[in-house]
C-alpha cells in the first residue's frame, strides 16, 4: 500500500511529464470540464494554460482550459464528464 505522499509525487511527475509552456498564462478561450479522483486536496498549474487549479473535494467538477485537460486526464487522476 502506498501513502498519500507517493500519489500527490506521481500526480505532479506525470503532470511535469506532459508540460509544454510552464510559467506563462496564456487563456485560450475554450474550456472543459474534469473531474478529480485525487485522495487530498491541491493545487496545480495548468501544463499548456499556467493556470492555476484548486482541487479541494474528490469528484467535485473542475472547469479547467481545454489544453490543460489533456494532460490532465493523462495523469489518470481525472476524468472528463
Same mark, same amino acid.
Given at each position: 500500500?502506498?501513502?498519500?505522499?507517493?500519489?500527490?509525487?506521481?500526480?505532479?511527475?506525470?503532470?511535469?511529464?506532459?508540460?509544454?509552456? *510552464?510559467?506563462?498564462? %496564456?487563456?485560450? $478561450?475554450?474550456? @472543459?470540464?474534469?473531474? /478529480? &479522483?485525487? *485522495?487530498?486536496?491541491? %493545487?496545480?498549474? $495548468?501544463?499548456? @494554460?499556467?493556470?492555476? /487549479? &484548486?482541487?479541494?473535494?474528490?469528484?467535485?467538477?473542475?472547469?479547467?482550459? @481545454?489544453?490543460?485537460?489533456?494532460?490532465?486526464?493523462?495523469?489518470?487522476?481525472?476524468?472528463?464528464?
Amino acid at each position: 500500500m502506498t501513502c498519500c505522499g507517493d500519489r500527490r509525487a506521481q500526480l505532479i511527475q506525470g503532470l511535469r511529464a506532459a508540460q509544454s509552456a *510552464p510559467g506563462q498564462v %496564456v487563456p485560450s $478561450g475554450r474550456r @472543459s470540464t474534469v473531474h /478529480y &479522483r485525487g *485522495p487530498v486536496p491541491m %493545487v496545480l498549474r $495548468g501544463t499548456a @494554460s499556467g493556470e492555476i /487549479y &484548486r482541487l479541494t473535494e474528490a469528484d467535485a467538477p473542475v472547469e479547467v482550459d @481545454s489544453r490543460d485537460a489533456v494532460a490532465l486526464i493523462r495523469t489518470g487522476w481525472f476524468t472528463r464528464s
